[in-house]
């Protein structure tokens, strides 16, 4: 049960560690492009709302999953 | 005629940006609707599953695009990058939360089926926002 725990943890801790890192260098390039050509500005960010979606579809995949442990696997875990 | 004359006119940037989102979200809640309305006939527990896993996947995305377009233009370029990180740290709130509700207050649940219709409907608003915004 303790494993099954420290699992969860890891799931949900490195799934928000990886899309953070992602997003923060997404975040960045944006302003980066944004004040670079202004005019780019609104396509930059229709073309980055796409590149977040696929960023973020594993981590999410691995919460859904931590969350089927935590609250099925773990339950039915002899104590 | 005004289809041709739309055509020759040059599209802005600003025109470009935006993805038709009510028709992007739109579509992916009739396909969820759909696909558990035709699994209905043959096993409840995985048409509502089917929908469970559905709506988990669009509810999350959509608060993340009102998020997003919030601001749109270089003059809020801090803004949109804010929108970005509040958007996404809420997606992943809300994900959680509604994973965990559906497996502490959903018996009996296919979870197979959830995570495959959880699946389909991320994969499918890829497609969507790729080919849509394409298209505008």
């Known amino acids: 049960m303790g494993l099954a725990l420290i699992a969860v943890a890891l799931m949900i801790g490195f799934g928000a560690?990886?899309?953070a890192i992602g997003f923060a260098i997404l975040g960045g390039k944006l302003l980066e492009g944004s004040a670079r050509q202004p005019e780019l500005a609104p396509m930059l960010q229709g073309k980055m709302f796409l590149i977040a979606g696929l960023l973020d579809a594993v981590p999410m995949i691995g919460v859904g999953i931590a969350m089927y442990v935590l609250f099925v696997v773990v339950p039915g875990l002899p104590a | 005629m005004t289809a041709d004359r739309q055509r020759k006119t040059p599209r802005t940037a600003h025109q470009i940006a935006r993805p038709p989102l009510l028709k992007i979200y739109g579509l992916q809640i009739a396909v969820v609707l759909l696909a558990s309305v035709t699994a209905l006939p043959l096993d409840m527990v995985a048409a509502y599953s089917i929908a469970i896993g559905g709506m988990i996947s669009v509810i999350p995305n959509a608060y993340f695009a009102r998020q997003v377009f919030r601001?749109?233009?270089a003059a809020y370029a801090r803004q949109v990058a804010q929108g970005f990180y509040r958007g996404e740290s809420g997606k992943f709130i809300t994900t959680?939360?509604?994973?965990?509700?559906a497996f502490v207050f959903v018996k009996p649940l296919q979870v197979f089926?959830?995570?495959?219709a959880y699946l389909i409907v991320m994969l499918l608003n890829a497609v969507l926002l790729a080919t849509l915004k394409r298209g505008i």
């Open chain 2, 113 to 116: 089926v959830l995570f495959l």
């Open chain 2, 96 to 101: 959680l939360g509604l994973f965990a509700s």
């Open chain 1, 17 to 19: 560690l990886g899309t």
């Open chain 2, 71 to 73: 601001f749109t233009g």
